[in-house]
């Protein structure tokens, strides 16, 4: 679901488990399908090269995050994306304002930047956990005390400009939040335990954060409220169901674009007379 601006949403409202009518095996159909539109949508992006895209993926631990990227990526072209997932701040990065290494990883036109996380960690970990807020040596923030509610207000504020200054240059911001179960969370994260092949990709952290799951939940709706307007929605992706998460993704991504109505760029009558003498010279080769 888009979140329309101005709207509040409360995430309880949102059935983590809903398919629709869909059957796992025409989903599957479905999404296999939409590589080759991402394909074809690509392309002409590349071709038209007056927008770029900035495709944003917010979620819980073991949301799906990653497969999702691994779903987007398999429609693209790797020569026109580049895949940026952000782990926790550098002593460097922390140097900077916290827009700053995101700015590094966005696209140029007529590229695709898939951002696995992004700066609204920056209103989410950092706000269950304010904290972290001291490495960043802002001034006037000399403890946790300091970190008011109007902080983070100031920080949305912050975010929707940045938002906005990008896609009046021409970027087109897509935001997913992949809405997981508590329940399903831990049955994934079982499956990490016992799996040897995804032990990998369990860490004892993923534990503790989940003790702070309703901090969490609280921290997202605040942020998807005060910070969905139309140029840079969010989308609330049911994501219990991976195959459906993939296929709600690549859905919207193709309305985006049919919304763009993005086309190969037209020619002159002078270029239509070049390739036709090019094509006079080829065919008469020898």
Do not use: C
């Not at 987007?72 to 020569?79: Q, R, V």
Request: charged share 30%; hydrophobic share 40%.
């Amino acid at each position: 679901m888009r979140v329309k601006p101005g709207k509040e949403i409360r995430l309880k409202d949102f059935n983590t488990a809903y398919t629709g009518d869909l059957t796992k095996e025409r989903g599957i159909e479905l999404l296999d399908a939409s590589r080759e539109t991402l394909a074809a949508i690509q392309d002409k992006l590349y071709a038209h090269n007056h927008y770029s895209v900035l495709i944003i993926f917010q979620g819980m631990d073991a949301a799906g995050k990653d497969g999702a990227v691994k779903h987007i990526m398999s429609g693209f072209n790797p020569l026109g994306v580049k895949v940026t997932s952000f782990k926790t701040p550098t002593n460097h990065e922390l140097e900077h304002d916290f827009f700053w290494r995101h700015y590094l990883a966005l696209p140029a036109r007529g590229e695709i930047a898939i951002h696995n996380r992004s700066h609204y960690e920056n209103v989410l970990v950092t706000r269950v956990h304010p904290e972290y807020v001291l490495h960043e040596n802002i001034p006037g923030i000399g403890s946790v005390a300091d970190i008011t509610e109007g902080f983070w207000e100031s920080r949305f504020k912050q975010i929707n400009r940045f938002e906005k200054n990008l896609a009046k240059n021409g970027t087109v911001i897509l935001k997913f939040f992949l809405n997981l179960s508590k329940k399903e969370q831990k049955r994934r994260f079982l499956e990490r335990i016992d799996d040897p092949t995804k032990n990998w990709k369990f860490s004892s952290g993923d534990i503790q954060e989940r003790a702070h799951w309703k901090e969490y939940q609280a921290a997202y709706e605040q942020a998807i409220n005060a910070t969905s307007p139309d140029y840079a929605p969010w989308f609330i992706i049911p994501a219990d169901d991976k195959w459906y998460a993939r296929l709600a993704i690549a859905s919207a991504i193709v309305e985006k674009f049919e919304e763009l109505k993005i086309s190969y760029p037209a020619i002159s009558e002078e270029q239509k007379a070049a390739l036709q003498k090019a094509r006079t010279e080829l065919t008469g080769e020898e």
